[in-house]
């Protein structure tokens, strides 16, 4: 049907009314029309009385809920400010990221030290790479005080951070080391390596104001056996920077500094640019205040490094005192970024703070800075050995410097109802006679047994002789050097008393007084005519615990929450 609804069956059409056909009006005329009027007046009037009913119901509808009302503006609002700090946040990353530079992967040595297995907890060590650099590009020769071209690396610290995240140590590496450096990549062809050349030629390497970041790590990991996992490299301004968005940081100088103590080509004395004592500095100031090394302390560039270290230990106490979160750091990231240039496996604003704020939980205390051992060698440097490598292998074992085990592996301390302080041994004194291993109690106190001859097996036959005497064996390895000719029983000041029980077992060892908190066992060749080399393997080298390290090393850390005044200059 034509009427019908489409879609619609025939029996759902409206039907129509009955009506006579007098009572149709005609159609057209002035009747229909006012007929029409009126219904659409009608119906005008109606619709007005019934929006002004809705309004009049809604209002009265609307006073019980005007709490709901302000609780969607409020909610709205708070959903509002949460969108606008996502996206603030997510505008200071972006600018971040945007200041950061990564150096090219291509130059990173293939040939590498193996990357460090995580503890119990997932957790691993992360060793990072300083190096300030003194470029004179890029806007930083106004800072510098020189038009030299390329740039070196005048300040190179190792950062080690142990995986229980507890406890971190920088290790600075003098610039006038003479080294060998490996193979690096200059102008897309890799070099041949170079021994007996300093450790900051190899920043210099293709003579750019860059500088050779890749080339530096390369060195690094070659020295020192270990993986390093990230490199940062900061200019002067950055550096300057830094220094000015924490609002200064306090240091100590031993003497009154003028013009020409940072720069010797002055030509006369000028004006003093430092007082003696205690001040706060900041941007240039501090700039001036690490790198000057003339007419401070002893004039050395070592000693230069000792404020360094003491600089940097006031930094990170400054910064931990307000505050280890974002609010914080990001203001530090965007000075530092601006002239940044980072490894690219850190080459955004979201892995630098999140390292940052993984640092957060170290004690001031457990923060070290200490120096590779050195001696002069004529105007450079040289390397003390075999104290270098033990300081690489504590590190890479996870050790910290005063012996403690950091890896999360085991424990440090000794059983509950262990061998307490007592009066320490007279050094080189002697046990009288053997004791019967079922005679001595160790009381759970821990031995690393290590081997000091070539003969083998000699740790598994002390090893199984402690555990009868129930002691600890906290792990067997190589010493550094197996020439030993007599045992040796090295002891922390808290470990008097279980030396004392240990060399009941061990007759004729030497007793010897270490700065480390660990009990060592050193067999010697005495030990191995005794017990005519008994069967088994001795540890492999670089294995378990390395040997203890000289209390050299340990005794001249700084910590960070030392006294800024304390152990400016190295003599």
């Not at 030290?113 to 004179?136: C, F, M, Q, W, Y």
Request: hydrophobic share 35%; aromatic share 4%.
């Amino acid at each position: 049907m034509s009427g019908q609804r489409a879609g619609a069956s025939s029996h759902d059409a409206p039907k129509p009314h009955p009506t006579d056909a007098s009572d149709q009006p005609r159609p057209g005329g002035r009747a229909e029309a006012r007929r029409a009027q009126g219904r659409a007046q009608g119906r005008s009037q109606g619709a007005a009385q019934g929006r002004a009913q809705n309004r009049a119901a809604g209002r009265g509808r609307r006073k019980p809920g005007r709490p709901t009302s302000k609780k969607k503006i409020i909610a709205w609002t708070a959903a509002s400010a949460v969108v606008l700090l996502a996206a603030g946040t997510g505008a200071v990353y972006m600018k971040l990221n945007g200041n950061i530079k990564s150096f090219d992967k291509a130059g990173i040595a293939t040939d590498r030290p193996p990357e460090a297995t995580a503890d119990a907890n997932g957790n691993k060590p992360v060793n990072v790479l300083l190096i300030g650099s003194d470029s004179r590009g890029a806007g930083n020769n106004s800072l510098g005080g020189g038009g030299d071209d390329g740039a070196r690396s005048d300040t190179t610290i190792l950062l080690h951070v142990y995986a229980d995240h507890k406890h971190a140590v920088g290790i600075s590496i003098p610039r006038d080391s003479l080294v060998e450096i490996p193979s690096c990549l200059v102008n897309g062809k890799w070099t041949k390596p170079q021994p007996e050349t300093m450790f900051n030629a190899a920043f210099s390497m293709g003579n750019t104001d860059t500088g050779n970041p890749a080339c530096t790590q390369n060195t690094v990991e070659k020295l020192t056996g270990m993986r390093v996992d990230h490199t940062l490299v900061v200019d002067f301004n950055g550096f300057a920077s830094m220094t000015s968005a924490v609002g200064g940081v306090q240091v100590c100088v031993p003497n009154a500094v003028y013009e020409g103590d940072l720069n010797p080509n002055l030509g006369h004395k000028g004006k003093q640019i430092f007082t003696k004592g205690v001040q706060s500095v900041a941007g240039q100031q501090a700039l001036d205040y690490v790198r000057v090394r003339h007419g401070i302390g002893d004039g050395s560039d070592i000693g230069r490094m000792q404020r360094q270290q003491a600089f940097l230990s006031a930094l990170i106490k400054k910064v931990k005192g307000e505050g280890m979160n974002p609010t914080t750091l990001l203001p530090l990231a965007d000075a530092a970024t601006k002239s940044l240039t980072v490894d690219p496996g850190l080459g955004s604003a979201e892995k630098l703070l999140s390292f940052g704020l993984s640092m957060k939980n170290i004690d001031l205390k457990d923060i070290k800075f200490i120096t590779v051992p050195w001696r002069f060698e004529g105007p450079r440097v040289a390397w003390v050995q075999p104290d270098a490598d033990h300081l690489w292998a504590a590190l890479k074992a996870d050790r910290t410097l005063d012996g403690q085990d950091a890896s999360g592996q085991h424990p440090d301390a000794p059983a509950s109802g262990g061998p307490s302080p007592s009066t320490p041994p007279a050094a080189g004194s002697q046990p009288p006679s053997a004791a019967a291993p079922g005679d001595v109690n160790g009381a759970g106190a821990r031995v690393m047994v290590y081997n000091g001859t070539t003969t083998k097996g000699l740790t598994t036959s002390a090893a199984a002789k402690l555990k009868d005497a129930r002691f600890t064996v906290a792990g067997a390895a190589n010493a550094a050097t197996q020439d030993h000719d007599t045992t040796v029983i090295e002891y922390g000041p808290s470990q008097a008393k279980a030396a004392q029980t240990l060399a009941q077992l061990f007759p004729g060892a030497t007793l010897q007084k270490s700065g480390t908190a660990a009990l060592n066992l050193i067999l010697g060749k005495d030990y191995a005519a005794a017990n005519g080399g008994a069967a088994g393997a001795s540890a492999a080298p670089g294995s378990a615990v390395p040997a203890p390290l000289p209390s050299s090393i340990s005794d001249n850390a700084r910590s960070a929450d030392d006294d800024p005044c304390s152990n400016l200059t190295y003599n």
